[in-house]
């Protein structure tokens, strides 16, 4: 361990803050900074994971460059498995880069993107699939989004993959024992027992596929469109809602937004609220337009929030608008609960059969209520369930190819084909589940993933 060079960087964003981090991994990260190092402990006999506090002198101009902690993690027992320096300054952007050139200047090289966190997966000290939780833990825009996250990174996917890997590789193993000793005295392999083996892994792998959909929402989130009449309440509620969650930042960079939208966290889901109020405000123009129009829109939407004015009478375009909302996932929200009632529910309950809040968006009433139902309605439960989540795209087109693999094994068998040919497809779907933990991998892989990441990370 610690045969490559010694990298350093910031470990902090840039720019004014109460401390700034220096981080250096390597087998002379020690010896780097205690030739700056004036304190009352000699860094180099210093003992592992204790912080000491000292001054970074310059050794030729004997300057005081610095008032510093440094935290020492001997390898192999740190975050990169080599020996790793943290040095805590005042946070200063200037300060840090002071540090950081003289640093540099005494036999480290600046860290490329990730390759902390690279050097800690090649390190056997986290497997691919946690590495990628780092960068989604540092990313993460909700708090689901962070559970799920911080899931991942204490190894709950990556240890239930490997699970799967092993069935696979137990598969395997008598086959090929068979293909490369076919004159020994291997036990017959039964293509029943075979076939009933592979089937109980595509199952699991496709019970874990099952949650990427919810996978997906917490990581691009989903768009609700909020449509109705006028004056039914519509940006009423957009505002109550955006008022009642906290409002974030799209998840989806490059992404512009405009007064008709906003990005909010609804329960740990990144929801982009669209107002159609403002698309058209006049009851003529939605006449003119009609429901055509309103169908486009709301066909964008992952979920339809219709509105109805509870003391209002319904009307077809309203019937229409439940229709719509039948077919995908939505919830008809009944406005205006402060006011007497006039709706006709059963007429409802014939055109929609999904889910009824009443609130009172002009008195932020059953906003809390509405909110949960969406969270529901988008999750399906499954951000408690057992099961891990799988959030990446990576690991989802991962997975696809080891049941397609799985499947043209099991075609194989049932053809009676050679077993060496069942057995290259099995290899084929150990080679690619390994993938995702990283049990198998190549250098391009290793480079796509971790490019992603940021410096000092
Ligand atoms: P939009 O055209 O559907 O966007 O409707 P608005 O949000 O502009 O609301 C239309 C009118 O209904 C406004 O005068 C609001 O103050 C009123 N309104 C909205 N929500 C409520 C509510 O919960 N209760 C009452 N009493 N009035 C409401």
């Given at each position: ?120 997966f090649?390190?056997g000290k986290l497997d691919l699939s946690q590495a990628e939780a780092v ?16 899931q991942h990174l204490e190894g709950k996917l990556g240890r239930h993959l490997k699970e799967i890997r ?42 874990l ?179 891990p989540?799988i959030?990446l795209?990576?690991h ?37 589940i390994g993938e995702i933990t990283g049990d ?18």
């Open positions: 361990m610690g045969s490559s060079d010694t990298i350093c960087a910031l470990a902090t964003p840039p720019g004014e803050a109460g401390l700034g981090i220096i981080r250096l991994s390597g087998s002379d990260a020690i010896s780097v900074v205690a030739k700056f190092f004036q304190g009352k402990q000699d860094l180099l006999k210093a003992k592992s994971h204790r912080v000491f506090y000292g001054k970074l002198i310059h050794p030729e101009t004997q300057e005081t460059i610095a008032e510093v902690m440094c935290a020492i993690m001997k390898s192999p027992h740190s975050y990169t498995g080599e020996n790793v320096v943290e040095v805590s300054a005042h946070g200063n952007p200037l300060l840090l880069q002071r540090i950081l050139q003289i640093f540099l200047s005494s036999g480290c090289r600046l860290a490329e993107n990730g390759e902390f966190t690279k050097r800690a090649l390190n960068i989604q833990v540092v990313r993460a825009k909700t708090s689901s989004a962070l559970t799920m996250a911080v092993k069935k696979i590789l137990a598969i395997l193993s008598p086959i090929e024992a068979g293909i490369d000793f076919p004159e020994e005295e291997v036990p017959e392999v039964s293509s029943q027992g075979l076939k009933e083996d592979i089937i109980e892994v595509i199952e699991q792998i496709q019970e596929l099952k949650t990427a959909a919810s996978g997906k929402i917490l990581r691009e989130g989903v768009s609700a469109i909020i449509a109705g009449k006028p004056n039914v309440g519509k940006s009423s509620l957009f505002n109550a809602l955006l008022r009642e969650s906290r409002a974030i930042v799209t998840p989806i960079p490059g992404t512009t937004r405009d007064s008709l939208e906003e990005w909010a966290d609804i329960k740990g889901i990144p929801v982009k609220f669209v107002d159609t109020a403002g698309l058209r405000n006049t009851r003529s123009r939605v006449e003119k337009i009609g429901i055509a129009r309103s169908r486009e829109s709301l066909a964008k939407g992952e979920l339809v929030l219709v509105v109805l004015d509870q003391s209002g009478k319904l009307e077809s375009y309203d019937l229409e608008l439940l229709n719509i909302a039948q077919k995908k996932r939505g919830i008809a929200v009944l406005n205006k609960s402060d006011l007497s009632s006039a709706l006709d529910l059963q007429k409802i309950r014939e055109a929609y059969k999904g889910e009824l809040v009443s609130v009172s968006a002009l008195h932020n009433q059953g906003i809390q209520e509405l909110e949960e139902k969406i969270a529901d309605i988008l999750m399906e439960g499954q951000i408690h369930s057992d099961t989540m959030t795209m990576r989802q087109a991962c997975l696809e190819r080891t049941v397609h693999f799985l499947t043209e094994s099991l075609g194989t068998l049932e053809k009676n084909y050679p077993l060496d040919l069942a057995a290259a497809d099995l290899r084929g779907a150990a080679e690619t198998y991998y190549t250098d391009d892989l290793i480079e796509k993933i971790f490019s992603d990441f940021c410096i000092g990370k």
